[in-house]
């Protein structure tokens, strides 16, 4: 009740906000002053925990000396408390904040970033977060390493997955939904975490694909494409934010004072604190930035980076720096202060231990697998269905399911699995044999995932000929998609294309299901396969949901979150590109930017997504012709299921600047809406322009709305669509 009715007052005086805040400070200042040089380092150390074992003793010693402020993956309420208890019986009594990279699940795993972005509906990643947050609460984790928020325009780079894609404005929605998935309004409550948006900055950007490879990215690309979704989880009130590896401009991340202060900080009010990648600091020495551990802690520490995950340079430098007048105490102090900011607003000092809960009652609860199934199911992507091959009857006697992932548990949760468990996954094959319990459905692998031997080919293929229907799983593993996991080719791995190839050509009807981290490049298949359904990584509930899409009682609905090349030589392809000079619109002419062996068109574009009815847009309209700079126009389009059975369309509104001081990309999405339809339902969907959509960075990157001719096309892909447009006024 008076946590209520603070809240309460708090929303009705902003003087009484300001109040408490002075409070708050006074308290950390406090605090502070008592603090030894220690003490104050241990703050800013975080060490590696064993996951589900108990914390090593040298732990529990360094936690009563005061020289421990973080864990990460130290899991079980037994484990962190114990390792809690030891940090409360130290001078001070600050406890210990324990981390653990809680991405797409605890316990119950819902489909990896980007599956759940291909849904398009922010709500649904906001409470798979939400879900997320109170299963790791109930193990004794308070914050955690997501949103991973960096944009992707290279498919090599594995981590890809972990994010929302390709857009900056797709980007931005999914990472402001999910830091109120696990934040909520007040992060100290019980059932939520801390959240931590990575990795700052541009690691997404690596050059060739190749994780925590260089990136050289421009001050307005930055700004215009990798920094909006960070922004965006600043403004939603993330707690932390993590450095990333990279090199950027000369500078690695972790080191990087104009990264991490200047727009961090600065311009954006950023008031948490920056924990570094996994011994990033220590790497700046590798980065040739720093020639040992001190000249690291000096490079990161008074650029911004607040807390040093696993490696100890400031613990094992800072005094000397100190001493010797190469580092500012107050620079220290700054550090701790925002460290003990957030740990007090956690709630740690009031709530340290972890609540000893049974498992059973906080893990997996049905609705928690419901809610995974729903994000499951609205992240499948149809990319092709000609015939249409899908949905596949019920009334199926013999049904062959052919490929490495079929029954493949682990691979269902992804790379990023948390503390997920293998054994709890639904498989295709899982999925498909409770979907037809009267039909013989049998399984061929056909070969290992990297098909490294065609050995098994020859039964699969006699199986097809006397099945039904058959179904190909196909694509990747887990471990071939996340961290680490870059790859020089993004075709199917191994032999799995040829293995398809023989199975198609058994003329049966078939499906093929992608399960896969990554686009992948698909063209042969494309040729060959009449029906593609991309499912991702799709979490603990997954095979239920593919096996009711193949059968019709899901109607996949989801859009592409990043472009699927045709072929690896047009990486980076993304859709949001600029026009250049001799952009190639007359396929006879030589001399233009274009390939002479292949399309510049992907084969599937940024936002595509078939269903198994139709839509159609139509009456694009606009409120206004002519606005001022600061105005706003109202766009608004109907979209009609003209098919036979309900289902999804998003419709996707993107503008473009036709004549600019600064080029400008040929669209830019700036609005979307998934809308579920009855055959022959119509609904209007509107949109609204403002400065903030409309807007970009000048000459000089000074934010404005440039007069002139404003283009706006509805669609339901990033290619084609209606179009309109407007004029922004000079005054």
Partial sequence: MRKLLALALLLLSPTLSWSLDQALEAKIGALLGRMTLEEKLGQLQQLGGPGTQPAPPNYSEAARKGRLGSVLTLLGSKNINELQKAALESRLKIPILFGFDVIHGYRTIFPMPLAEAASWEPSLAEKAAQIAAAEAYAAGVRWTFAPMVDIARDPRWGRIMEGSGEDPYLGSVFAAARVRGFQGTD???????????????????????????????????????????????????????????????????????????????????????????????KELIKHGVAADAAGAALAALPAGVDMEMVSDTFMASVPTLVQQGELSMETVNEAVRRVLRIKMRLGLFERPFAEDLPEAETMKKPEYLAAAKEAADKSLVLLKNDGPTLPFTKDLKTLVVVGPLAA???????????????????????????????????????????????????????????????????????????????????????????????????????????FNGRPMTLS?????????????????????????????????????????????????????????????????????????DSPNAPLYPFGWGLSYTTFALKDLSLDQKTIPPSGS????????????????????????????????????????????????????????????????????????????TFQVFAGTSSAGGLEASFDVLSK
Wanted: negative net charge.
């Fill in 633 to 708: 126009i109202q766009a608004s389009v109907t979209v009609e299921n003209t098919g036979p059975v309900a289902g999804d369309e998003v419709v996707q509104l993107y503008i473009r600047d036709a004549v600019s001081s600064v080029s400008r990309p040929v669209r830019e999405l700036k609005g979307f809406q998934r809308v579920t339809l009855k055959p022959g339902e119509q609904r209007r969907v509107g949109f609204a322009l403002g400065p903030k959509e409309l807007g970009a960075y000048d000459q000089e990157m000074r934010w404005k709305v440039e007069p002139g």
């Fill in 408 to 514: 493949d548990t682990t691979s269902m949760l992804g790379w990023w699995a948390g503390d997920g468990k293998p054994e709890d996954a639904i498989t295709l094959l899982d999925g498909l044999r409770r979907k037809l319990p009267t039909a013989s459905v049998k399984q061929f692998q056909g070969c290992d995932i990297d098909c490294l031997s065609d050995g098994g080919f020859a039964e699969a293929v006699e199986a097809a000929k006397s099945a039904d229907a058959v179904v190909l799983a196909l694509g990747e593993s887990y471990t071939m998609s996340g961290e680490a996991a870059s790859r020089s080719s993004i075709d199917l791995p191994g032999h799995q294309l040829e293995l398809a190839l023989a199975v198609l050509a058994a003329g049966k009807p078939t499906a093929v299901v992608l």
């Fill in 187 to 281: 992060y100290s409550e019980p059932g939520r975490l801390a959240a931590c948006a990575k990795h700052w900055a541009a690691y997404g950007a690596a050059e060739a694909g190749r994780d925590y490879n260089t990136a050289d990215v421009s001050e307005r690309t930055l700004r215009e494409v990798y920094f909006p979704p960070f922004k965006a989880a600043v403004d939603a009130g993330v707690a932390t934010f993590m450095s990333a590896f990279n090199d950027l401009d000369g500078l690695p991340a972790s080191a990087n004072p104009w990264t991490l202060t200047q727009v961090l900080r600065k311009e954006w009010g950023f008031e948490g604190f920056v924990v570094s990648d996994y011994e990033s600091i």
């Fill in 524 to 596: 042969k298949l494309h040729e060959k396969a009449p029906a593609i359904l991309e499912a991702w990584f799709p979490g603990t509930m997954g095979g239920h949901s593919v096996a009711d899409a193949l059968f019709g009682d899901v109607n996949p609905g989801g859009k592409l979150p990043s472009t699927f090349p045709r072929n690896l030589g047009q990486v980076p392809l993304y859709y949001n590109h600029k026009n250049t000079g001799r952009p190639a619109l007359n396929p006879t002419d030589r001399y233009l930017s274009k390939y002479i």
